[in-house]
């Protein structure tokens, strides 16, 4: 059974750090990566992972998130730091088995699997 849960979530306060985990099970994933969801807002990519390693990001949020994987411990991670107000979302870890693809391809249809999300709040 194919399962992400993420975990790390919570309220820091602008600037502060957090960083997100996402154990997998049940399949092999060659891209994953990290989106979130602000309330009335479009789910929006954050950042990916392939399988070769190769990684990108959103513009607003480069230089302060890093995505990595672990494969040993089948766990994704996003280190949060310099963290804004807008970046308080609910963020989701997502899981494809096919190698990464365009990165403006609507979420739904670049990832075939998702977590349930974890809730990351930044006051200012």
């Known amino acids: 059974q194919v399962q992400l849960v993420e975990s790390g979530g919570g309220s820091v306060q602008a600037g502060g750090s957090l960083r997100l985990s996402c154990v997998s099970s049940g399949a092999t994933y060659s891209c994953m990566g990290w989106f979130r969801q602000a309330p009335g807002k479009e789910r929006e990519g954050v950042a990916r992972?392939?399988?070769?390693?190769?990684?990108r990001y959103a513009d607003s949020v480069k230089g302060r998130f890093t995505i990595s994987k672990d494969n040993a411990k089948n766990t994704l991670y996003l280190g949060m730091n310099r963290l804004k107000p807008e970046d308080t979302a609910k963020y989701y870890c997502?899981?494809?088995?096919?190698?990464?693809?365009?990165?403006?391809?609507?979420?739904?249809?670049?990832?075939?699997?998702w977590g349930q999300g974890t809730q990351v709040t930044v006051s200012s």
């Open positions: 997502a899981a494809d088995p096919l190698p990464c693809g365009s990165w403006n391809s609507p979420p739904h249809a670049a990832f075939d699997y």
């Open positions: 992972i392939d399988s070769d390693g190769s990684t």
